[in-house]
């Protein structure tokens, strides 16, 4: 497995800063696996026919938030297999809250969302194993902004322990864990 030290916070885009910080663990992999366990976690804590639970009018519910992690997820690996691949082409964003609005997780099971982002995860773990240390540290330019491919799977792991902190607080009012 590479061994690439965590990057440091200059290495990642500002926005970006704070799901490097809530990454835990000292190798990439096993920040994505401590990751995913965190996940699981906070879904133990979830009541039954919680899902679909809004902590606001406005705001996602539960599912959305999960469908969201998923996404992202999926756009961060994309990202980080072109980069790797050494494709120049510079990416576009993407707008969130379009994607939430047609994820229609309203005619979703929560059980297969969380099947979905088991998937998801061991896919991306699969994918980093993959790249060789000069593969890990391309980058590219992504939504504009600069960014490697190993801060790239670390930004993937800390994206969702923050939304797993967002739902332990704001949905669920406990602490986090």
């Known amino acids: 497995?590479?061994?690439?030290?965590?990057?440091?916070?200059?290495?990642?885009?500002?926005?970006?800063?704070?799901?490097?910080?809530?990454?835990?663990?000292?190798?990439?992999?096993?920040?994505?696996?401590?990751?995913?366990?965190?996940?699981?976690?906070?879904?133990?804590?979830?009541?039954?026919?919680?899902?679909?639970?809004?902590?606001?009018?406005?705001?996602?519910?539960?599912?959305?938030?999960?469908?969201?992690?998923?996404?992202?997820?999926?756009?961060?690996?994309?990202?980080?297999?072109?980069?790797?691949?050494?494709?120049?082409?510079?990416?576009?964003?993407?707008?969130?809250?379009?994607y939430a609005a047609h994820a229609d997780t309203a005619h979703r099971r929560f059980h297969e969302l969380m099947r979905e982002h088991d998937q998801v995860r061991a896919a991306t773990i699969t994918l980093f194993k993959s790249f060789n240390t000069e593969m890990m540290c391309r980058s590219g330019n992504a939504n504009g902004v600069d960014i490697s491919v190993h801060a790239l799977g670390w930004i993937i792991a800390g994206h969702a322990t923050h939304h797993m902190e967002i739902i332990d607080h704001r949905y669920l009012g406990h602490g986090s864990t």
């Not at 440091?8 to 990454?23: D, G, I, K, M, Q």
């Not at 809004?54 to 519910?61: E, F, G, I, T, V």
């Not at 469908?67 to 980080?80: G, S």
């Open 1 to 98: 497995m590479i061994d690439l030290a965590r990057p440091s916070a200059h290495e990642v885009p500002p926005f970006y800063r704070n799901y490097l910080h809530l990454a835990q663990g000292d190798h990439l992999i096993d920040a994505l696996q401590r990751a995913a366990e965190r996940t699981w976690r906070t879904v133990e804590r979830i009541p039954p026919g919680h899902d679909d639970h809004r902590y606001a009018p406005d705001k996602w519910s539960i599912k959305e938030l999960f469908q969201h992690v998923i996404d992202c997820e999926r756009i961060f690996t994309y990202r980080a297999l072109r980069f790797a691949r050494n494709d120049a082409t510079e990416l576009p964003g993407f707008d969130e809250n379009t």
